[in-house]
């Protein structure tokens, strides 16, 4: 663990009540347990013996796990977690993959606007199928939700059409611009929360 995790590391940490997620870095290791920071506004998003889920880069793809608070010290705004030892030792280097995602969502551009139907989707793009013929040279709002009914707003750019001939449906696949970073870890817990709900199947 001490070869994946160490002190100034960038990590996400993601409470309860997804409002308090917050991007930070690693302020301290010790074999199972880190300290991190947080903001003080972000502070009252954490308690003491509850569960958070954490996810960061590393060599292999993404590294997710889910340790407990332990103490809080408000006085620095940081937080303690520890790991369950045998979650700790069960920890594993995660390759972070496209996850089938079937929902209606709205596209627009300065002229109109179109509901398209996803495919798939990832912390950086998606993939989704619409009528409308779609400009790689331009970029578009969409405004969709994930199993919330949050709205998560950016803008998308295409990198690949592909018209299917058969249903004249244009299958659009690009990545997400302008991203705001809670919107980011929204998206990330959740295609976590999705593969692994696969691999369990």
Do not use: H
Request: charged share 35%; with cysteine; net charge positive.
């Amino acid at each position: 663990m001490k070869k994946l995790l160490k002190k100034n590391q960038k990590i996400w940490v993601v409470p309860e009540d997804i409002k308090g997620a917050t991007s930070s870095n690693i302020q301290k290791t010790s074999g199972n347990k880190l300290e991190v920071s947080v903001s003080k506004e972000d502070l009252k998003y954490y308690s003491v013996n509850k569960t958070v889920e954490m996810f960061t880069i590393v060599d292999e793809g993404m590294l997710y796990f889910k340790p407990k608070v332990t103490e809080i010290l408000e006085n620095e705004n940081i937080i303690k977690v520890q790991f369950n030892k045998e979650e700790y030792d069960l920890l594993q280097r995660r390759e972070f993959t496209r996850i089938d995602f079937e929902k209606e969502f709205t596209l627009k551009d300065e002229n109109s606007e179109c509901v398209c139907q996803t495919i798939d989707i990832s912390a950086g793009g998606m993939k989704f199928a619409t009528d409308k013929m779609l400009s790689v040279e331009k970029d578009y709002v969409i405004e969709f939700s994930l199993e919330s009914n949050i709205p998560i707003q950016c803008f998308f750019k295409p990198i690949r059409v592909d018209q299917i001939e058969k249903t004249k449906k244009n299958i659009v696949s690009g990545r997400f611009i302008a991203l705001k970073n809670i919107d980011k870890i929204a998206i990330v817990q959740f295609c976590f929360k999705k593969q692994m709900e696969n691999k369990n199947k």
